[in-house]
Structures are given as structure tokens and as C-alpha cells.
């Protein structure tokens, strides 16, 4: 059926189909990782934020939940906000993924043969005349923060802004390169028609968010490269 709430939701949309509720909407009303318990941790929680929220687009939910705004009684802290209401770093992952795929539309994912490796996981999403890419890498083990491969990251073709999830940003030339484990939120220059349809290999411990220039194909093959 497809990874995590993928999945799930294909399976449900499955049943509904036999019963005659194709086009009903379907909802997630709790999605959440702690990060307080013994197998969450903030760095862990702010990674997952904008999994589930990019793999939710993927799959056409009409809302996801997090669980939750603040951490209230629970003692997994699963909240975005402490009870003092300070933010964590889960709330700015979840603040700078809606800034960046606000008004985006899904196109489709990205399979390993574009991707250059059966460890990355990535979607297209589409936001007026720009293609935005949503990348990340699983291993396995998802519990643990620190075994995650940190990769070079090289711009191919163009000048990318990075951001990182807090905001910090930096300039990639082309084939400048940068060595990462963070999600990070990569835009073309302005000025898209002096650039070539973006290229540049890039993976991460965390999502990676890759705004390119318009393309003439929707997913060229080689745009990754590992």
C-alpha cells in the first residue's frame, strides 16, 4: 500500500472503494513523534514533522493533526510548544515547511532510479511555475539520530539559497558542495531564466526541501546524483 501514512490511507481509501465512499474524504486525526520519550528526542520530533506532513500531501489527506500544539499533561512531550509555550525545534520544521509548500500542489515521488539510491525517499510538489523537491533518507533505524549518513550535498547547474530549518542561510554555487545531516530548504536565485532546470545532488538525515527552476520534462531522470 505504500510507506507509513501512505499506506494506511490507501488501505482505508481501498475499503471505502468496496462500499461505494470512493470520494470521501479522509481525515488523520493524531499524528505525532515525542520528544521526551525514551525513543523520541527533539532532534528525532522536528525531523518527522515535515515527513508526515509532505507524505500526507502524497497521499491526498485533507487534514492531518499533530498531536499536539503544546505538551499539556503528557509526559512524552509531544508538543510543538512547551507549557511555558516556548517553541521547539519541531515548531520551526513546521513553520518553515509551511512557508515553503504553501499553495503547492503534489506531482508524484521520486523513485530510486531518479534518486540514485534505494535509501532516499523523496516527492515533487509544484508551486506556480516552480518545482519544489522534498528529500530525506531512511536506514532503518529511525530511533536513532546519529547513524543517519551524512552526504555531500552539490549544487549542479545553478546557485541554490539554503536555509536550514531555523533559518540560517547560506549560497550554493554550482558545484559548490556542503556536507550535511539537518533538513534544509534549498530556492533557486530570482533570476530563473538565466538558470538552467536545477540539478544538484543532495541528501539528507532530515528532509531536504529543493525549490528548482522551471523544467521541461515534470521528473528528468537525471537530475539526482549520488
Not at 528526542?41 to 493533526?65: F, H, N, T, W
Request: aromatic share 10%; charged share 20%; with cysteine.
Amino acid at each position: 500500500y505504500g510507506p507509513g501514512i501512505v499506506g494506511k490511507t490507501n488501505y482505508v481509501r481501498g475499503k471505502l472503494a468496496e462500499y461505494g465512499f470512493e470520494d470521501a474524504s479522509v481525515v488523520c486525526t493524531e499524528t505525532t513523534w515525542a520528544s521526551g520519550a525514551d525513543w523520541g528526542s527533539e532532534e528525532l520530533q522536528a525531523r518527522y514533522v515535515p515527513k508526515a506532513y509532505v507524505r500526507a500531501m502524497a497521499a491526498g489527506l485533507d487534514i492531518l493533526v499533530w498531536y499536539a500544539w503544546r505538551d499539556g499533561a503528557d509526559g512524552s512531550l509531544p508538543g510543538l510548544l512547551d507549557n511555558q509555550l516556548q517553541p521547539r525545534p519541531a515548531y520551526w520544521a513546521y513553520w518553515h515547511m509551511t512557508e515553503n509548500l504553501e499553495g503547492a500542489h503534489y506531482m508524484g515521488p521520486l523513485d530510486a532510479a531518479q534518486l540514485g539510491s534505494d535509501s532516499l525517499v523523496g516527492y515533487v510538489f509544484s508551486n506556480g511555475d516552480h518545482r519544489i523537491d522534498v528529500l530525506w533518507t531512511e536506514d532503518g533505524t529511525p530511533y536513532d539520530p546519529e547513524d543517519d549518513p551524512e552526504v555531500v550535498f552539490a549544487a549542479q547547474g545553478q546557485a541554490v539559497r539554503v536555509a536550514d530549518r531555523l533559518g540560517n542561510e547560506s549560497l550554493l554555487q554550482d558545484a559548490d558542495d556542503l556536507l550535511l545531516r539537518q533538513p534544509l530548504l534549498l530556492h533557486p536565485l530570482d533570476l530563473l531564466d538565466v538558470l538552467d532546470c536545477a540539478g544538484y545532488s543532495n541528501i539528507s538525515s532530515g528532509p531536504v526541501f529543493g525549490g528548482q527552476a522551471p523544467c521541461h520534462s515534470p521528473l528528468p531522470s537525471s537530475h539526482f546524483h549520488t
